[in-house]
Antibody
């Protein structure tokens, strides 16, 4: 059974940092493109970042470029999102998602972890 | 960036009746590889999104056949042939022909 378990969310002050993790199991993590997608409570979905299986191809939304860093450790079956210079508008539930084809086909999602940026 | 526009933003449907959601993209989603990168996701209340349809019309394994996707180029439609109570939630289309991946605003389906 495929499982994606996010952790690392919490309350942080503006300008602070947080690192999210997504522990994967039930599939060949090292062969799968992975993504982060976020959702402001009560709002729509916003794609955040994508990383290919080897970690050599990475893409970001303009809203997080230069502040967030996606990475992965295939030996630990874990996806990460390092978030620096956090802003109030980064407050959201962050989901990790497995991409079946590498083309945005998010066939499995985690339950999400809430990040709250507030003073 | 590609802009994705969904209509309507909300609809209320009686169980057993059909439902239809439109999604229009500002650019063609037809790739040179011949595939069209348009997806449909459903987010039930309190749950993460789940994939329903990929590449316009392909149902993910396990998705009921009352869900169907159609369209080409820039105009796409998700249809539910006979709505059931469990279909309530937010429906999103998403393009992935290019980065950034862009979701539509979402369409809220309410069951009467």
């Amino acid at each position: 059974e495929v499982q994606l378990l996010e952790s690392g969310g919490g309350l942080v002050q503006p300008g602070g940092s947080l690192r999210l993790s997504c522990a994967a199991s039930g599939f060949t993590f090292s062969s799968s493109d992975m993504n982060w997608v976020r959702q402001v409570p009560g709002r729509g979905l916003e794609w955040v970042s994508d990383i290919n299986p080897a970690g050599g191809n990475i893409f970001y939304a303009d809203s997080v470029k230069g502040r967030f860093t996606i990475s992965r450790d295939n030996s630990k079956n874990t996806l990460y999102l390092q978030m620096n210079s956090l802003r109030v508008e980064d407050t959201a539930v962050y989901y990790c998602a497995k991409d079946l084809t590498g083309w945005g086909c998010f066939d499995y999602w985690g339950q999400g972890t809430l990040v709250t940026v507030s003073s | 960036d590609v802009v994705m526009t969904q209509t309507p933003l909300s609809l209320s449907v009686t169980p057993g009746q059909p439902a239809s959601i439109s999604c229009k993209s500002s650019q063609s989603l037809l790739h040179s590889d011949g595939k069209t990168y348009l997806y449909w996701y459903l987010q039930r209340p309190g749950q993460p999104p789940q994939l329903l349809i990929y590449e316009v019309s392909k149902r993910l394994s396990g998705v009921p056949d009352r869900f169907s996707g159609s369209g080409s180029g820039t105009d796409f439609t998700l249809k539910i042939s006979r709505v059931e109570a469990e279909d309530a939630g937010l429906y999103y289309c998403m393009q992935s022909i290019q980065f950034p991946r862009i979701f539509g605003q979402g369409t809220k389906l309410e069951i009467k």
